[in-house]
């Protein structure tokens, strides 16, 4: 299979013939099982074939609510192929969808995900209020697929480069991964005051971000297994001794130092969310990124 070949080797030659549309993959390995990778070439075509399905259905769904255009988003874990970093970010019209080209799955075991993509997200929201509430849930729903919380628009709209930090409370007196975090938000483009400590308060938020000032804490996740739920589980107690509702819980995470896969981190914030965060901003530990997360 990986013997070179005119320049190629028979495995890129192989996946080169074959488009993944769903009818054509599994009965290519079934003709070709008995002769070589059968079993690695039918687990392979499941895979893509359930990756092709699922984005296939979330952007007809996507269509169907008015939406024009997609985005292909990657995972950042450093696992990355160079074929779909080529397209990270980029837009494209449902139209003009091609599976392998500009549609996931680009590749045998693409993990690409698609998202909606529209330049004026206020005025979006404004003709979602002639739906009816059902509609709109329902558009809520198939912008992610991952469950209850979601990937959603940054109503901060960050601009990297454009960011402004105020600091309230002595920047010195930050720990490590705090002080990053801050540091990481002003590159990304959000506005961040950070808040100074009330010593005789029951609780303290960390943050205030966007021009309306909005309460925001700040936690870093390790690798222990229960690092997520408990930094998160901590960051809603503070509502709770302020006597916020925790229904308004927000919550900057960060894994700065862990080794944990970021997308794993990611969906369990997703998961942990439906009982103690309302919006989380997730910065990548390289600091390039920020993921909006909404329930």
């Not at 837009?91 to 392998?100: I, L, M, N, Q, V």
């Not at 992610?144 to 010195?172: C, H, L, Q």
């Not at 991964?177 to 590159?187: F, I, M, Q, S, T």
């Amino acid at each position: 299979m990986e013997k070179e070949w005119e320049t190629s080797c028979s495995k890129k030659l192989f996946w080169s013939s074959v488009i993944l549309t769903g009818n054509q993959t599994i009965p290519t390995a079934k003709a070709h099982g008995g002769t070589f990778w059968s079993s690695v070439i039918l687990t392979g075509n499941q895979t893509t074939e359930g990756t092709y399905t699922s984005r296939a259905a979330q952007a007809e769904e996507l269509k169907r609510e008015g939406f024009e255009e997609y985005t292909v988003e990657v995972v950042h874990d450093g696992h990355t192929c160079e074929e779909c970093h080529a397209v990270d970010g980029k837009t494209f019209r449902f139209d003009d969808a091609e599976p392998g080209v500009n549609f996931p799955p680009l590749h045998p075991y693409c993990r690409c995900q698609i998202a909606p993509a529209v330049t004026d997200w206020d005025a979006w929201q404004a003709r979602q209020l002639d739906k009816t509430s059902e509609q709109v849930e329902k558009v809520a729903q198939v912008i992610s697929i991952s469950g209850k919380a979601r990937t959603a628009p940054n109503p901060f709209k960050p601009v990297p480069g454009t960011g402004s930090v105020t600091y309230d409370k002595p920047e010195d007196r930050l720990l490590a991964h705090e002080a990053k975090a801050v540091r990481d938000l002003e590159a990304l483009g959000y506005q961040v005051k950070v808040l100074k400590e009330d010593d005789k308060a029951p609780a303290n938020i960390d943050l205030e971000l966007g021009s309306k000032g909005q309460l925001w804490e700040m936690k870093n996740i390790g690798d222990g297994k229960h690092s997520v739920n408990d930094q998160m589980r901590v960051a809603c107690r503070k509502w709770k001794k302020l006597g916020i509702s925790s229904s308004e819980s927000r919550v900057v995470i960060t894994s700065y130092g862990a080794t944990r896969d970021e997308q794993d981190i990611i969906d369990e914030v997703k998961r942990r969310m439906s009982k103690y965060a309302v919006e989380v901003i997730y910065i990548y530990r390289d600091g390039s990124k920020s993921v909006f997360l909404s329930r």
